[in-house]
């Protein structure tokens, strides 16, 4: 039997420099610093390892920002990561990722979300059950056409040297994943998400989800530098505060890598750094209608191929 061999030093450097990447991406074109705050689990926590959370609040672009990077050891596989593999249930495991969330303060500019991370299942003598998960999504509060097809082609053109299929598999598993079941509307235009991913041998799944990881700046910087600085109104940033309820409704709920950390006692800091700042609820709020709001459910959260 052939054993794989799992470079962990590789993976983690690989994570490292795209939060580096990315944070020095945004930086720049906010004016402000990330904040820098490594962390470390004590010795006697369910959950043992360290990670580095980069912050950005109250910028000149971002409302708020975060850029998170953890890798963490436990002696037992949590729920939420051996849902879909009961093989590995039992088993001790590693995880190691980048995880992100940028909410703009403009509501023309949409909030993004991207993730790539690795889990190893380990137990004594036996093989270790290795994957790879992860991509990105777009949720605009006022969308853009132009916007939506950039986001989407970047996607495909990552993941086009993996395999002609994998676009299309993983946008309509972002399409799926991405939904609040008790609201029957996604997130937002969705984008692409994978998970549980080992088809491709170790070697070039870990190059697809580094694709993945390297893409998101040129899905996602060019839209925020050409709607940053669109005039809006205190009626459009209310929209936008009322419409960022989902996107807490969905982490608190949904969310995979949420339900994980909190299951397996990860840093709750860190964990809940996605949520934004600022955030309404009305009870039973529905838009006037032929308005943009009601443009962005009649037809931005309505399932389409944005590359036909």
Same mark, same amino acid.
């Given at each position: 039997m052939t054993t794989?061999?799992?470079?962990? @030093?590789?993976?983690?450097?690989?994570?490292?420099? /795209?939060?580096?990447?990315?944070?020095? @991406? /945004?930086s720049e074109l906010d004016g402000k @610093?990330?904040? #820098?705050?490594?962390w470390q689990k004590p010795p006697d926590s369910k959950l043992r390892g360290s990670g580095r959370t980069?912050?950005?609040e109250n910028g000149n672009v971002l409302e708020k920002g975060g850029v998170g990077f953890s890798h963490v050891h436990g002696d037992q596989m949590p729920g939420a990561a051996s849902q879909n593999r009961p093989e590995v249930a039992g088993r001790g495991f590693e995880a190691m990722g980048v995880s992100l969330v940028f909410h703009p303060h403009n509501p023309k500019a949409p909030t993004t979300h991207m993730n790539v991370r690795c889990f190893i299942a380990q137990a004594p003598n036996q093989e270790p059950i290795w994957w790879f998960g992860g991509g990105f999504d777009l949720t605009p509060y006022y969308g853009y056409?132009?916007?939506?097809?950039?986001?989407h082609q970047t996607a495909k053109d990552a993941l086009d040297p993996f395999g002609a299929d994998l676009h299309h598999r993983f946008k309509q598993w972002c399409d799926?994943?991405?939904? /609040?079941?008790?609201?029957?509307?996604?997130?937002?235009?969705?984008?692409?998400?994978?998970?549980?991913?080992?088809?491709?041998?170790?070697?070039k799944s870990f190059a697809m989800m580094r694709a993945v990881g390297d893409a998101f700046i040129n899905a996602y910087l060019p839209i925020l530098q050409r709607r940053y600085q669109e005039p809006y109104t205190p009626e459009e940033k209310d929209f936008q505060e009322y419409r960022r309820g989902r996107y807490v409704e969905y982490n608190l709920i949904f969310?995979?890598?949420?339900?994980?950390?909190?299951?397996?006692?990860?840093?709750?800091?860190?964990?809940?750094?996605? /949520?934004?700042?600022? #955030?309404?609820?009305r009870y039973n709020w529905h838009p006037t209608p032929n308005t943009p709001e009601a443009k962005l459910y009649d037809y931005y959260l309505q399932p389409r191929n944005w590359l036909a």
């Open positions: 794989t061999t799992i470079d962990i @030093a590789l993976i983690k450097d690989y994570f490292l420099g /795209l939060q580096n990447r990315i944070t020095s @991406a /945004l @610093a990330f904040i #820098v705050d490594e980069c912050i950005l056409d132009e916007d939506c097809r950039h986001f799926d994943y991405f939904y /609040l079941k008790h609201r029957e509307e996604p997130r937002g235009i969705g984008g692409i998400f994978f998970d549980d991913f080992n088809e491709l041998g170790f070697d969310d995979r890598g949420t339900i994980f950390g909190l299951q397996s006692g990860g840093r709750s800091e860190s964990i809940l750094m996605s /949520l934004p700042p600022i #955030v309404k609820w």
